[in-house]
């Protein structure tokens, strides 16, 4: 080892040793990383256009539902979830998949369809979720 540059050396200039060399190993960039996307948890249906695109879903107004289909029938006013028609208060906790056993003044309707049966996770009209490896067989 005798690259130590010595300050004394002034005549032997033409050493072009360069410790970092830009000539890197390439074949480091080809082993392809596992591209682990995460798949992002599935949203849960808006309550107003029944879809599961990320948006504010707790001021969604679309007129529509998320796929044009159909009107919606309820809006959000306040963050609260009303009718159209007569701007009476929805429950929004009944849209969701666990439902709501609640006994209170909100309409327990589907705010996607009007219907007392379901709510509008599970609505026909909701956006479905995408379909992540179905662990049945
Ligand atoms: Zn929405
Ligand atoms: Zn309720
Ligand atoms: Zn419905």
Do not use: I
Not at 21 to 48: E, Q, W
Not at 86 to 92: D, G
């Amino acid at each position: 080892m005798r690259d130590t540059a010595d300050p004394s050396d002034l005549q032997n200039k033409r050493h072009r040793f360069r410790p970092s060399s830009p000539f890197k190993d390439r074949s480091a960039t080809l082993s392809t990383s596992a591209a682990s996307s995460p798949t992002p948890p599935v949203l849960s249906v808006c309550a107003v256009c029944l879809g599961r695109e990320r948006h504010m879903t707790s001021e969604c107004t679309a007129a529509v539902t998320w796929d044009k289909q159909f009107e919606t029938l309820c809006t959000r006013l306040n963050r609260g979830l009303v009718t159209r028609s007569n701007n009476q208060s929805v429950c929004a906790k009944w849209q969701r998949e666990a439902s709501c056993k609640d006994k209170h003044t909100f309409l327990h309707m589907c705010s996607g369809c009007g219907a007392a049966t379901h709510g509008a996770s599970v609505c026909p009209r909701a956006q479905k979720a995408p379909s992540v490896n179905p662990v049945q067989a």
